[in-house]
């Protein structure tokens, strides 16, 4: 079966995972949700949307009558997931949520279980876990080509302009860098490792109170102790450009991507030399593997539910802590 899915949320993420969208073999875009109706007639067409799939926030919980829609993707500001992913959940229909899937842990935790409760997929934007050069990366550590992997440094920034935009409002964004690309180096330092962080450090710095007002972090460096003897040294930052890259080391061999999650093309290379995998749009990728997962229980070799997306939060939240009490943070994942 083709995985029927209406966007919630026009934004201009939301867009390019529509436009994405059209490539996929096994997922569709078939309903829009959006407050702005202007937007929902322009997607009819550009998208080839049926009028009696379109809804606004106030009246998309008809969805459940619906049954032309499997799955609603929800992508809009951090802090409306959760509301959105509940109304889904009990409308009947699968969710997926962008990253950060809510901006606290606890309110992750009531989503999944929430979804668990309605007995609907719970799933997150993780795109990366579909790209072919990170899998060749898991692949060879987990080979042990690597050997014993001791060290990953994660690099996640860009210079964030417009000071009105939602991801500097707190009560959208739920937190500043860390939330929107810190959470980059916390899921990939997760991934490169290949195990759960058992404690946390972490420091923060604000150049500029006026743009980064209270409860926007603009830069946070942060490490992560692994079981095995691995640490993870991170820099997330909303104040400076060229910052998007993975360095994974272990007492055989390495693997450096750069850009290591951006969308793309990635690149690297490892001891071995080029990683030559080819670039695919990841939203494309994502969202048939999305559906291979739903419809065939085909798991990704790195899961994007939402208890994935817990263990993100619970990381980011002791990163918090860590910074207002100056301690180590214990983590239990
Ligand atoms: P955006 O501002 O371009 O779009 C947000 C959309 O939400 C807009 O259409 C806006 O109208 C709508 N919206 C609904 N209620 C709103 C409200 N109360 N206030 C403000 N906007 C409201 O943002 P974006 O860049 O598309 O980001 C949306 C989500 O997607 C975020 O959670 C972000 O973290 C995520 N995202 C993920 C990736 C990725 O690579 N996975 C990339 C970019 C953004």
């Known amino acids: 079966p083709i995985l029927r899915v209406a966007i919630l949320g026009l934004g201009?993420?939301?867009?390019?995972?529509?436009?994405?969208?059209?490539?996929c073999k096994k997922a569709?875009?078939?309903?829009?949700?959006s407050g702005?109706?202007?937007?929902?007639?322009?997607?009819?067409?550009?998208?080839?949307?049926?009028?009696?799939?379109?809804?606004?926030?106030?009246?998309?919980?008809?969805?459940?009558?619906n049954p032309d829609i499997d799955a609603v993707y929800i992508i809009t500001p951090n802090a409306l997931h959760k509301e959105a992913a509940m109304r889904v959940a009990k409308a009947g229909k699968h969710v997926i949520s962008e990253k950060p899937m809510s901006i606290n842990a606890k309110d992750a935790q009531e989503m999944v279980d929430a979804c668990k409760k309605a007995g609907v997929k719970l799933l997150v934007?993780?795109?990366?876990?579909?790209?072919?050069?990170?899998?060749e990366v898991i692949r060879m550590r987990n080979a042990g080509e690597?050997?014993?992997?001791?060290?990953?440094?994660?690099?996640?920034?860009?210079?964030?302009?417009?000071?009105?935009q939602w991801r500097l409002n707190?009560?959208?964004?739920?937190?500043?860098?860390?939330?929107?690309?810190?959470?980059?180096?916390?899921?990939?330092?997760r991934y490169m490792i290949g195990e759960e962080p058992i404690w946390v450090t972490a420091q923060e710095v604000k150049t500029n109170p006026e743009k980064f007002k209270e409860g926007i972090d603009e830069t946070i460096t942060f490490q992560l102790g692994f079981p095995g003897g691995a640490v993870a040294s991170c820099l997330s930052t909303y104040s400076l450009n060229n910052l998007d890259k993975f360095f994974l080391d272990g007492?055989?061999?390495?693997?450096?991507?750069?850009?290591?999650?951006?969308?793309?093309?990635?690149?690297?290379?490892?001891?071995?030399?080029?990683?030559?995998?080819?670039?695919?749009?990841?939203?494309?990728?994502?969202?048939?593997?999305?559906?291979?997962?739903?419809?065939?229980?085909?798991?990704?070799?790195?899961?994007?539910?939402?208890?994935?997306?817990?263990?993100?939060?619970?990381?980011?939240?002791?990163?918090?802590?860590?910074?207002?009490?100056?301690?180590?943070?214990?983590?239990?994942?």
Request: aromatic share 10%.
């Open 12 to 23: 201009s993420y939301g867009t390019r995972v529509a436009d994405a969208m059209q490539s």
């Open 28 to 33: 569709k875009l078939v309903g829009a949700i």
């Open 36 to 65: 702005t109706p202007s937007k929902l007639t322009a997607w009819q067409s550009k998208y080839g949307i049926p009028e009696k799939n379109c809804y606004n926030y106030e009246t998309y919980d008809a969805i459940k009558n």
């Open 125 to 135: 934007g993780y795109r990366m876990h579909y790209e072919p050069k990170t899998l």
């Open 146 to 164: 690597f050997g014993k992997v001791l060290f990953f440094q994660g690099l996640s920034g860009f210079i964030i302009g417009d000071p009105t």
């Open 170 to 189: 707190k009560a959208l964004s739920g937190g500043g860098a860390m939330m929107d690309i810190g959470i980059y180096s916390v899921n990939g330092a």
């Open 251 to 333: 007492d055989k061999g390495f693997a450096e991507m750069q850009p290591s999650t951006g969308y793309g093309p990635i690149q690297g290379h490892t001891h071995k030399g080029e990683l030559t995998q080819p670039h695919i749009t990841h939203q494309t990728l994502q969202m048939d593997g999305m559906s291979e997962l739903i419809f065939e229980g085909i798991q990704p070799v790195v899961p994007v539910d939402g208890e994935e997306a817990v263990k993100d939060l619970k990381i980011i939240d002791a990163i918090f802590e860590a910074i207002k009490t100056g301690k180590k943070v214990a983590l239990k994942l």
